[in-house]
Each structure stands twice: as structure tokens, then as C-alpha cells.
């Protein structure tokens, strides 16, 4: 069973900038995919970031030159820097992996509020 734990929420105030991170442990296979998703208050959960082993990195087009995700394979974990913060990225964050089957972490929440 892979365990995941999540870190970095928490309020900020527009143009601010926060660092989420995910560990995981637990897993037999290496991990391949890992990214990160959000559910703003409201509505359905969306695609932030994802990256693959080998660091290709895919965005949402509303993050695109704000957000950075990058991961550490020794390490098990990824990370996802967020600048520029607006008060749309108001969610609650939701880090996976997939090592072969999709596991998730229990969600941060992340406020962009003045």
C-alpha cells in the first residue's frame, strides 16, 4: 500500500507564493506519472500539473508560467511551486502518483485571499 503525505498549504495573499510538496512511500514499483489536481470551491476537480519520470511536464493552461512542477526520484516526492498566486487558485490540492495503479494524497487547502 503506498502512502502518501502532503505539505505546504495554507493562506496567502494575492501575488503571493506557496510550495506544495508529496511524499510517497510504500510503493514496490517505481512511480512513474506524478502531478497534482485542485477542486475550487464549488466544482469539479481539475488537472494543476503533471510530471513523468523522465520530467515532462504538462500544465493547465490557467498556470502556465506561474506554477513549476518539478520531483525528486530518490526521493519519491514532487513538488509543486506556485507564484503569482490569484485568488482563483483557491482550492483544495490533491497530489497523485501512479506506481502502476493511481494513489492520492488527502488534499491541501490553499486559500489566495487579501
Known amino acids: 500500500q503506498v502512502h502518501i503525505v502532503e505539505s505546504g498549504g495554507g493562506l496567502v495573499q494575492p501575488g503571493g507564493s506557496l510550495r506544495l510538496s508529496c511524499a510517497a512511500s510504500?510503493?514496490?514499483?517505481?512511480?512513474?506519472?506524478m502531478g497534482w489536481h485542485r477542486q475550487p470551491p464549488g466544482k469539479q476537480r481539475e488537472l494543476v500539473a503533471a510530471?513523468?519520470?523522465?520530467?515532462?511536464?504538462n500544465y493547465a493552461d490557467s498556470v502556465k508560467g506561474r506554477f513549476t512542477i518539478s520531483r525528486d526520484n530518490a526521493k519519491n516526492t514532487v513538488y509543486l511551486q506556485m507564484n503569482s498566486l490569484k485568488p482563483e487558485d483557491t482550492a483544495v490540492y490533491y497530489c497523485?502518483?501512479?506506481?502502476?495503479?493511481?494513489?492520492w494524497g488527502q488534499g491541501t487547502q490553499v486559500t489566495v485571499s487579501s
Open positions: 497523485y502518483v501512479e506506481a502502476p495503479h493511481t494513489y
Open positions: 510504500g510503493s514496490r514499483f517505481a512511480i512513474a506519472n
Open positions: 510530471i513523468t519520470r523522465s520530467e515532462s511536464t
